[in-house]
């Protein structure tokens, strides 16, 4: 029998021989590459800490001793030898485990951290409330990459832990000098002079003991570096050098990112399965490739993912117009106002998650100073597979409160295209696009113009008014369809500039009986709310409906299956829609729109 297949608590590790741990780190390898290749994920990160992540269990008891990831996308091989290896077969699926830690899924994961730089700052927290109540019998271990150590959290929570040098902490520096890409700046520089033993250490200097470097793939030698360091009782710095990606050909010679996400792929030859079709991000990249070669000024910003938000193509064609400054998103935000100051126009390119770690340098340090300055969120809206800590359902109700601030939501590839160009082009202050991860295949031309509204359908009489927000139009153009074939006029527009809400939608709601909102962002203070509040401000007193994502976090699984649970389906919302209908009076429906001063809504009959 595989000694994989025994493995059921970590406990059992210590029972094991150096040559059986060996021989266990070989056969994780093994089934990482097998799982994650049929389901996709984080391959590289977690080939790199297999024997880390067995030196960890054996040395440390879990969980009574706190092993917090940072980043958690590193965590595979935690979750394999804490008893989950059934779940890889639906691993970032619905029914699957999670790609991070997960309360629900073991005591042996006590955060959920999937955002970088925080596990110090959980850490110092911890080790606090253990010396506060007296507590000396159990440790508290902060797993960090180094690609994390360029955000400026994880030098705040390092200034506290070293000003408490009797509380005893253990950071575990896992050195593979990648983030998603190469890390880069200072810090990268001083770890290549450590790994090099020609640099006075830097961790010495702030008042923590350190150790190593030591050979990440070693597991005697890492073993020995983390009980010296848990035997001495305060905070200490353990230098581990690993290889993002070990111990597959496919991984370790991808020299763009050592495998660090993957596609489902045949692990024979390292092909994804699925042809690569137009998405929302490479349109980006490439629309922005054409407007630089247009415009000097223009210079995209990154925090460590240059290629994740479709940067790639621009690096390649103006390798000094791409600005990566590690993961530091407060950092890129103030740097592109200054950058705007000085007579560029910054484009910075960042997933919905992470910009809720800049909203104070958009609102003081950009908006204030009514700088022109780009935004554009990738992964907007439910992005599914990385669970709720990934999906960007938040941007546009932080967003909509930031004076000045003009926010688009394209449906497809062209009105992206199209509303790239007009952001870059305003410079009064700024602007900002949100799209989802996905593709963009199918285009959704306008049938007709009502003061700056793109018109997608128009039958019947006025009965029912779709708001339709970004890549949701084709849901709502699905829901229209549905109410024709019942009889019920409809009218569905897309605002494209979504915020400030247009004064428009006010006069099309005033004259429909009914007036429904569909986003894929929260309905607490979406694009719904503004709406409503658009309406009372213009005392209309049409009905408005707004469908879009719950408050609360979002399980992992498919974007599909999770926008269901969300009601966002066109059977749903076809179904709330007719018994709204049903409740209102009988006024009997207008007939069309009387406003010589702009181009009129004509029904699909007159084409």
Known sequence: ?????????????????DGQLRDLAGEIREFLIERVSATGGHLGPNLGVVELTIALHTVFESPRDRLLWDTGHQSYVHKILTGRQAGFDRLRKSGGISGYPSREESEHDLVENSHASTALSYADGLARADAHLGRRDRATVAIIGDGAMTGGMAWEALNNIAGGPDRPLVIVLNDNQRSYAPTIGGLAEH?????????????????FSYLGPVDGHDVPALQDALRRAHALGKPVVVHVITAKGKGYLHTETNDLDLGHAIKPMDPRTGQALATSRRSFTSVFGQTLVELAERREDLVAITAAMTEPTGLLPLQRKFPERVIDVG????????????????????????????????????????????????FVLDRSGVTGDDGPSHNGVWDLSVLQVVPGLRIAAPRDGTRLAELLGEAVAWDEGPTLLRFPKGLADEDRPAVATFNELDVLRRSGSLDVLIVAVGALAGLALTVAEGMRAQGIGVTVVDPRWVTPVNPALADLARRHRLAITVEDNSRAGGVGSAIAQTLRDADVHTPLREFGIPRRFLSHGSRAEVLDACGLTAQNITRVVVELLTGLDAAPAQTGIDDPGSQPVRSEEEH
């Open 1 to 17: 029998m595989a000694l994989l297949e025994t493995v059921r608590d970590p406990s059992w590790l210590r029972e094991l021989t």
């Open 327 to 374: 993961i530091a998103e407060q950092h890129a935000v103030t740097m592109a106002a200054g950058l705007s100051m000085g007579g560029m126009h910054p484009v910075v390119a960042i997933y919905s998650t992470f910009v809720n770690r800049a909203l104070d340098q958009l609102l003081m340090d950009v908006a204030l100073h009514r700088r022109p300055v780009t």
């Open 191 to 207: 770890l290549a002079d450590l790994r090099s033993g020609c640099s006075p250490g830097m961790f010495e200097q702030l008042g």
